[in-house]
């Protein structure tokens, strides 16, 4: 008896391991995602502590190809993010990254930095107009910019330009904020200009 | 019994349906779709608000009066706002002019009276213009929003009445590949934006721009060829040369006038010198085509390629970057020789020194290549030694191609080492992928004696690359000099390329201390073909104004620009530009143009409002300084959202085993 009703949970035993062992590997995988943000920018802000203590060419770990170059302080709740250079897929799992084309913060253009929506630039959807987001560059020098303008861009139809006479700081990610998807069209674009 | 056997696999996906029902917080329909004009908190979307009405468009009509003369465009255009409206309205148009143009006239008619224009601070032209607009008076005010983009402001235009606005700029119209080309923008770009550009603007109707072209031509040459290239034209002869002129004034808006013309014979090289005098300076400009290139008698050359396989080439930058590469090898003819070197956190090489181009050889590089893959840091120091190692075999001329996609730590160190080895050799860097360090590559480019390439698009990469490596096939002119009359040093605008390439025209603004003397001549060497070339060019004095000074100062001003913006001392660089600027009446980043009259015309009472002229949609090439978006959302909610509906149906599954085993068990 106890036999024939082994044989008959055969599959379903099967399935639930297969089950077990998929949601594992994609659960450790999508926390993988959040723990290498956070860990990442701890590191860096750590990187940045010491390169603004005088350590020549200070990397977050050793094998790093990015240095920080900016510290973001954004919205009312002051949230610290740690910007990396170089807009690479690699450098965003880390941190909001600098699109290096762009100036940096507090020169006169547009300069322009980017973040995932599901980790570091989530604080965006909170941002209004009138909110305050400061910079700081690694030689010590802080700029503090005012939240102008927040729109939903179409990246098939659009692109960032980099002119202006005036330092001027947009900051983007993907669009909507709670899409389950990745690799959509829209961005969330916030442009401060210096105030 | 096959189907009962089945049977598990249909409940499993039974349940994995009810799960996806079972959770609408996540996979609700309306996160996907959200689009612009949904988005719940409406200050999102704020510029774009409806919620004033669509008043009767302010119209613009343009006229070009463009005189060429020789290699100088003087051009004239004007445009008149007309208000069909009730309001007394303040016009603004936006205009995009090439990068080297001169905006140094400005001048505003109303009905017979005509108000030039000062050259002003920014900011004090500004408030110059504001205090006018407040007080009803007519005023117009021309701004430099970007290098190649100006907008033209025009206070307190009357109801049903129109002013007209005239700005005069100058141009370069250099030889390019045997030919000349005049290009008027007609094509206005789309409403400035703070920070998105939109690349698909609304387009202007021929109904709502009308156009007047009128073109007198003087090259100083008969013209052999002359081509319209988008709009029809009728040309006529005259004393000097040609008069072209639009054949109707309902031209498509939508694209820029292009005119086109070549001289009836082509010599050898083709170099001409004009100076003017303007204070106590004189001012030259020189234009040089060089000679064209006879494909038998090419150096042969030592290619280095440099490739970086760092972890931030993964994906598409690293097949590009391949593709790219084994083109270039493909395209080295058999008396060349090359090497190529890769690199991340170290650095290693297809061969120990450079080899002849033979079968074997481009084979081995073929598997060197297909075999690359990134990975690791960035150290750019090792690859460049290793490029260094030898000297350049006799008689070839060395080149090094450094593909990579920029992100450095060191650029100094690299720069200065790059300028301290280079010798004869040329260094080229090529920027692949959305952000590229330009800085560095640049400076690079510059210490090296080569040239730059940013490739921002992947579909940009074959066309691009196939540019550089034909060009950097015949140098025409190697290690160009300039001696000027009496060894006087000449102030240069820019600096000038070492080289010249086959169809690459070289344009040198020069301001000269002292006053030119009669029947002097510039002496131009270098090397070509391996043998040294000497080329003496009159200089032409041109006595009335022509406005060489003014396209020195130009220059001058975009050297500053590009010395600031790369690091340079912003309030010196400021300074220096706001001075040369004011001094050469020009319209910069940091002076603008503003002519105000002297009477009130609006009654107080009325209320002004503003209106944007309708614009056009632009030619492609003036969004050159825009940059695309990264990709900045992660799968983790997706698999998050997997894992858990997984385990859950794992644990669903247990259930009934567990229940069924207790049950079994009694």
Not at chain 1, 50 to 64: I, L, V, Y
Not at chain 2, 221 to 244: E, R, W, Y
Not at chain 2, 313 to 330: F, H, K
Not at chain 2, 454 to 467: G, S
């Amino acid at each position: 008896m106890r036999r024939a009703i082994c044989q008959s949970w055969r599959p379903r035993v099967l399935a639930m391991i297969v089950a077990l062992v998929i949601g594992t590997v994609c659960l450790v995988d999508g926390c993988w995602v959040y723990a290498k943000a956070l860990l990442a920018q701890e590191l860096i802000g750590a990187a940045w502590q010491r390169s603004r203590a005088g350590e020549q060419d200070a990397k977050p770990w050793w094998w790093a190809d990015t240095r920080p170059v900016a510290k973001l302080v954004i919205g009312r709740g002051a949230r610290e993010l740690m910007v990396l250079e170089g807009a690479s897929g690699r450098n965003l799992a880390f941190g909001p990254v600098h699109d290096a084309a762009s100036v940096l913060p507090g020169r006169p253009g547009n300069s322009v930095i980017e973040g995932h929506r599901d980790t570091h630039f989530r604080v965006l959807r909170e941002l209004k107009p009138g909110d305050p987001i400061s910079v700081e560059l690694s030689d010590g020098k802080r700029f503090s910019f005012v939240v102008v303008d927040l729109r939903v861009a179409d990246i098939r139809q659009s692109r960032i330009s980099l002119g202006g006479e005036r330092p001027r700081l947009t900051l983007v990610t993907c669009y909507p904020f709670d899409a389950i998807r990745a690799g959509g069209p829209l961005r969330y674009v916030v442009t401060a200009e210096q105030g | 019994m096959p189907a009962l056997q089945l049977t598990p696999w249909k409940r499993l996906a039974n349940w994995l349906r009810v799960l996806v029902l079972l959770s609408p917080v996540w996979v609700s329909p309306a996160a996907f779709t959200a689009q612009p004009d949904d988005v719940q908190s409406g200050s999102l979307l704020l510029k774009s608000s409806p919620d004033a009405p669509p008043a009767e468009a302010m119209r613009v009509q343009s006229s070009f009066q463009v005189q060429v003369t020789g290699n100088l465009a003087r051009v004239r255009v004007s445009q008149q706002f007309s208000n069909p409206s009730d309001d007394w309205v303040e016009g603004l148009y936006v205009f995009p002019l090439s990068t080297d143009a001169a905006v140094d006239e400005l001048v505003m008619h109303i009905g017979d009276r005509v108000i030039r224009g000062d050259i002003r601070k920014r900011d004090e032209a500004r408030a110059v213009y504001e205090q006018a607009r407040s007080e009803g008076r007519h005023a117009s005010l021309v701004d430099q929003e970007r290098p190649n983009m100006f907008t033209a402001s025009v206070a307190n235009i009357a109801p049903h009445s129109a002013i007209s606005v005239e700005i005069a700029y100058l141009e370069t119209i250099p030889n390019r590949d045997g030919r000349y080309t005049l290009r008027l923008p007609l094509a206005i770009t789309p409403r400035y934006n703070p920070s998105v550009v939109n690349a698909t603007p609304e387009r202007v109707t021929g109904e709502q721009q009308r156009v007047n072209i009128d073109v007198e031509l003087a090259p100083g040459f008969p013209v052999q060829s002359l081509d319209s290239l988008h709009h029809s034209v009728v040309a006529t002869n005259d004393a000097l040369g040609k008069h072209v002129r639009l054949s109707s004034s309902q031209v498509p808006a939508d694209r820029d006038f292009e005119l086109v013309w070549a001289p009836a014979s082509v010599t050898d090289v083709q170099g001409a010198v004009f100076a003017e005098r303007s204070g106590d300076a004189t001012y030259a400009l020189l234009m040089l085509s060089p000679p064209q290139q006879d494909a038998q008698v090419v150096e042969p050359r030592e290619v280095e390629f440099i490739i970086d396989t760092s972890g931030s080439m993964q994906g598409p930058s690293i097949e590009q970057a391949r593709a790219a590469l084994q083109m270039g090898i493909d395209r080295l003819t058999e008396k060349d020789r090359f090497n190529v070197i890769r690199f991340s956190s170290d650095a290693s090489s297809l061969f120990e020194v450079p080899r002849q181009v033979s079968q074997t050889t481009r084979a081995l590089a073929k598997d060197f290549i297909a075999a690359l893959s990134a990975d690791g840091g960035t150290e750019m120091r090792p690859p460049l030694q290793l490029a260094f190692a030898t000297a350049p075999a006799t008689g070839f001329l060395r080149q090094i191609v450094f593909i990579t996609d920029g992100s450095v730590g060191n650029e100094t160190e690299i720069v200065s080492y790059i300028r301290q080895k280079i010798g004869n050799g040329r260094l080229f860097t090529v920027g692949i992928g959305a952000s590229p360090n330009a800085f560095f590559l640049q400076e690079a480019a510059a210490a090296g004696r080569g040239s730059y390439t940013f490739i921002a698009e992947r579909d940009q990469v074959q066309a691009r690359m196939q540019d550089l490596f034909r060009k950097i096939e015949s140098p025409a002119l190697l290690d160009l000099s300039l001696q000027w009359p009496g060894s006087v040093t000449a102030e240069l605008a820019s600096n000038m390329p070492g080289d010249l390439y086959s169809g690459d025209p070289l344009v040198v603004l020069a301001r000269l201390p002292g006053l030119p003397e009669r029947n002097q001549v510039l002496t131009l060497s270098g090397r070509t073909h391996g043998v040294a070339w000497v080329h003496q060019v009159p200089i032409v004095s041109v006595t009335d104004q022509a406005g060489i000074a003014k396209l020195w100062a130009r220059e001058r001003i975009a050297t500053l620009t590009r010395q600031r913006n790369f690091g340079g001392d912003a309030a010196e660089a400021q300074a220096g530009i706001v001075d040369l600027a004011l001094r050469h009446h020009l319209v910069s980043e940091f002076t603008s143009l503003v002519a105000v009259d002297a009477t009130p015309v609006r009654p107080p009472e009325a209320d002004a409002r503003s209106e944007q002229a309708p614009t056009s949609a632009p030619a492609g090439s003036y969004w050159s300084k825009t940059t695309g978006f990264a990709k900045t959302a992660t799968s983790a909610g997706l698999e998050l959202l997997i894992g858990c509906a997984c385990l859950a149906f794992a644990a669903l599954l247990f259930l009934p085993l567990a229940v069924s085993r207790r049950v079994g068990g009694r």
